[in-house]
Each structure stands twice: as C-alpha cells, then as structure tokens.
C-alpha cells in the first residue's frame, strides 16, 4: 500500500519568515495531492491541492510543489502569521478499483509561528 | 448549515462496553469514510462507504462495524471498547466522480475515551 512521510514533526518559525515541509510517496499510482491544516481541537480542513498532472498550484501566501518523478511534494507558506498555527498533513490518494479514494496521511507537522 | 455532522462530541465509557457513533452529511456526497487520529495525531482510514456499500476496509478489529442506512448517514458501532480504543474518530464524506479526486470533507470528530 501506499506509505507517506512527512518531515519535519515540528517546525518554528518567526512571524513573516517563510515555512516549508516537505512529504515523499511511495507509490506512482498516486495521483492526487491535498494538505490538510488542523487547528487544536478542530476538524482537519482541506487548504490546498495539487494533481498529478500539474507541478505547481498556488493560492495567495500557500503554494504546493509536486515531483513526480523524485515522489516528492512540498507545501510552501510564505508571510507567516500566529494564524497559520496549527498541524499540517499531507495525503496521497489513489482510487480503488471500485473507484474510491483512499487517503494516506502524512504524520504531520506542527507549525509554530513565533510573534 | 452544517455540512458533516457527528454525534456525540465526546464519549467517556469503560473497557467492554458497547458504544455507537453517529455522522450525517447534507453535502449530497455519495462516498463516506470513517478515520482513526491517535494520541499522536496520526490519521489513518478504516472504513469507506459508496451509495451505502463498504468499499474500503483496513486491517480494523471486527469489533468495529459500521452501517449505512442511507448515502447521508454512516454509523460506528463498537463492541467490547478497549483502553486502545481511545481516540478521537472523524467521519467523512467527498464526491467522486469520473477519475478525479476531490476534497473530503470531515466532520468535527468524536473524542472517544475508554476508562
């Protein structure tokens, strides 16, 4: 099955400097590509997603990258703000035979954003 | 407006009982998932449903089952609770359609505490 890494765990950044994290897949048949942001005890919500047929997506300070190739992709956020702290995932998802998704999740990463 | 809907919120009860949990979603979604996020946060699928039919079932104990009456509705129920249990399990729902993916939508989670 599919296996997803996630680094790093944690990640602290100053206010306005930029984050990175970085998660590789294993299997090629994946092809759909989403983060998920988590604020403590709330419900995981969808913040960006990319395809496999696409390198890069963004949306104002968010942007996802995707390495098909490398089986890399990576979520970029830029300007950061206290708002933006939370736990990021990501996924990667690949239909079944009965044409389901099936989401494997990252371990994900909790962002600190230092005022 | 809810979209997914879960209840109840929390859930407190002792090792060997028998406890259900209840998710609702008025999204018009065909496809219904429930997940596992353990202490450390780790999200992982058990069960996925399409038009009420069990579509994807992980390595889950079979004290687990779910049922789906309907596509708007996906219950948990779980016999025989242990410690190992405890978790916070989030239902959700997506619309697949065609060969893309697309976003699901989670519900707010159910924070299930055995004693």
């Known amino acids: 099955g599919e296996n997803v890494e996630q680094h790093p765990s944690t990640l602290s950044v100053q206010e306005g400097d930029s984050a990175v994290i970085k998660c590789t897949y294993s299997d090629s048949a994946s092809n759909y590509f989403p983060w998920y942001k988590q604020e403590l005890g709330k419900r995981p919500q969808l913040i960006i997603d990319?395809?496999?047929?696409?390198g890069e997506k963004k949306d104002q300070r968010i942007a996802v990258t995707l390495n098909k190739t490398a089986k890399h992709f990576s979520l970029h956020i830029t300007e950061t703000q206290p708002e933006d702290s939370a736990v990021y995932f990501c996924?990667?998802?690949?239909?079944?035979?009965?044409?389901?998704?099936?989401?494997?999740f990252g371990t994900g990463t909790r962002l600190t954003i230092i005022p | 407006d809810t979209a997914v809907s879960q209840t109840p919120k929390y859930l407190v009860t002792q090792m060997g009982n028998d406890k259900s949990i209840k998710c609702e979603q008025n999204l018009g979604h065909d496809t219904m998932y429930w997940y596992k996020q353990d202490s450390k946060k780790f999200l992982k699928i058990m069960f996925s449903?399409?038009?009420?039919?069990?579509?994807i079932n992980e390595t889950v104990p079979n004290r687990f089952s779910p049922k789906s009456p309907d596509k708007a509705h996906l219950n948990l129920h779980i016999n025989s609770l242990e410690l190992g249990d405890s978790a916070v399990y989030f239902c959700a729902s997506s619309q697949v359609r065609g060969p893309y993916s697309y976003e699901q939508y989670f519900g707010p989670g159910t924070r299930l505490t055995v004693t």
């Open positions: 996924a990667a998802s690949m239909r079944s035979n009965f044409g389901n998704e099936k989401l494997t």
């Open positions: 990319i395809r496999s047929n696409v």
């Open positions: 449903y399409n038009n009420k039919e069990l579509i």
